[in-house]
């Protein structure tokens, strides 16, 4: 139950949207939680690997005194760091943050484009002059796919988890498998739907490479990440 409290009920939302799709949050806060047990939805979905973190966690754990508690400070600034610059930023909802991995999706208007632009984000944070990541030497591989999807949501109020099924987002780790560091991979679909607003590659075995995203739709300005 949300309190009628506005600042607790924002906050409230914000933490929710953080772990689970802002679609379903909003039922959530409406009380609507007859119709959460599972769903199918078309969307775009980012899937991305960080290189070099097993490498990371066995510098942390055997040169440095104090290596777990400042490995854990470390892997806390780096996720902040891409959900805030990168993943939400875009509209994204995260559905799996941890390890060395992550899976988030974009439903809606402009979805293809929005996951584009998050993971040019991710990559920046990687490549770019400053950040937790560059300055921890992790680098990331990112598969964007997109296509139907099954949520499955199990849990109450209390502890809630979304689970993913469908070719869509088993095409996102393929891609992400095959891609160098620092490189992000696309599916035919999300070529479809960015093939005019983004420099695409193509690649072999129906692959394509995203270079750099041009305009939005219906947007003068060429996006930039930062």
């Not at 070719?167 to 679909?189: F, Y």
């Given at each position: 139950?949300?309190?009628?409290?506005?600042?607790?009920?924002?906050?409230?939302?914000?933490?929710?949207?953080?772990?689970?799709?802002?679609?379903?949050?909003?039922?959530?806060?409406?009380?609507?939680?007859?119709?959460?047990?599972?769903e199918?939805?078309?969307?775009?979905?980012?899937?991305?690997?960080?290189?070099?973190?097993?490498?990371?966690?066995?510098?942390?754990t055997?040169?440095?005194?104090?290596?777990?508690?400042?490995?854990?400070?470390?892997?806390?600034?780096?996720?902040?760091?891409?959900?805030?610059?990168?993943?939400?930023?875009?509209?994204?909802?995260?559905?799996?943050?941890?390890?060395?991995?992550?899976?988030?999706?974009?439903?809606?208007?402009?979805?293809?484009?929005?996951?584009?632009?998050?993971?040019?984000?991710?990559?920046?944070?990687?490549t770019?002059?400053?950040?937790?990541?560059?300055?921890?030497?992790?680098?990331?591989?990112?598969?964007?796919?997109?296509?139907?999807?099954d949520?499955?949501m199990?849990?109450d109020?209390?502890?809630?988890?979304?689970?993913?099924?469908?070719?869509?987002?088993?095409?996102?780790?393929?891609?992400?498998?095959v891609?160098?560091?620092?490189?992000?991979?696309?599916?035919?679909?999300?070529?479809?739907?960015?093939?005019?607003?983004?420099?695409?590659?193509?690649?072999?075995?129906?692959?394509?490479?995203?270079?750099?995203?041009?305009?939005w739709p219906?947007?003068?300005?060429?996006?930039?990440?930062?």
């Amino acid at each position: 139950r949300v309190s009628p409290d506005k600042h607790e009920t924002l906050a409230y939302v914000a933490a929710l949207s953080r772990a689970i799709p802002n679609h379903l949050v909003a039922r959530l806060v409406h009380g609507q939680t007859q119709s959460l047990a599972s769903e199918s939805l078309v969307t775009s979905v980012l899937y991305a690997d960080l290189v070099g973190y097993t490498r990371l966690c066995e510098k942390y754990t055997q040169d440095h005194r104090n290596g777990l508690s400042e490995l854990s400070l470390l892997l806390d600034r780096i996720y902040v760091e891409v959900l805030e610059k990168a993943l939400l930023r875009y509209g994204g909802s995260v559905l799996q943050f941890g390890g060395d991995s992550f899976t988030t999706i974009f439903i809606g208007n402009e979805a293809a484009q929005r996951a584009a632009a998050a993971a040019l984000a991710v990559v920046e944070l990687a490549t770019g002059p400053a950040g937790a990541m560059r300055s921890a030497g992790i680098e990331v591989r990112v598969g964007l796919s997109m296509g139907k999807m099954d949520l499955l949501m199990l849990g109450d109020l209390s502890r809630r988890l979304i689970l993913c099924s469908g070719d869509v987002s088993h095409r996102a780790v393929a891609l992400q498998r095959v891609a160098s560091p620092n490189q992000i991979l696309c599916d035919t679909g999300t070529q479809v739907q960015l093939r005019a607003y983004a420099e695409l590659r193509p690649l072999e075995n129906s692959a394509w490479e995203l270079v750099r995203l041009r305009r939005w739709p219906n947007q003068q300005a060429p996006i930039e990440p930062t």
